[in-house]
């Protein structure tokens, strides 16, 4: 491992690990629906961080698998869209109701 895959690793740590700091001390400032997905949607992608980082180490627990790809792969990334797109469908369906 060079050094600039070691800066790579902790860059992705830090920057993932302050955005879902401040995530979670928003979320225990606030009980708004919308900004609550979001702050799961960045934990979700700093888990998805951490999964990645240790995947790249060789170190998985990956039982299960849909064909050769396995199941958490597939489901990390599409977690965190997933929580973003209903915060925004949330706040989409709050701006037309106030109409």
């Known amino acids: 491992m060079d050094v600039g895959e070691i ?3 902790v860059s ?3 920057t993932g690990a302050l ?7 928003l979320w225990s400032k606030t009980r708004d ?7 799961i949607g960045t934990i979700a992608a700093y888990i998805e961080t951490v ?9 998985t627990g990956d039982q299960v698998s849909i064909g ?3 199941v958490a792969a597939i489901l990390l990334p ?8 209903a915060a925004f469908v949330v706040m ?3 701006k037309l109701r106030r109409r």
């Open 92 to 94: 989409v369906i709050r």
């Open 12 to 14: 992705r740590l830090t």
């Open 7 to 9: 800066v790579f690793i």
């Open 78 to 85: 599409n977690l965190r869209t997933g929580f973003f797109i």
């Open 51 to 59: 999964y990645s980082i240790l995947v790249l180490f060789g170190i």
């Open 33 to 39: 629906i919308a900004w609550m997905l979001m702050v």
């Open 68 to 70: 050769s790809v396995p």
């Open 19 to 25: 955005a879902a700091f401040f995530a979670i001390m």
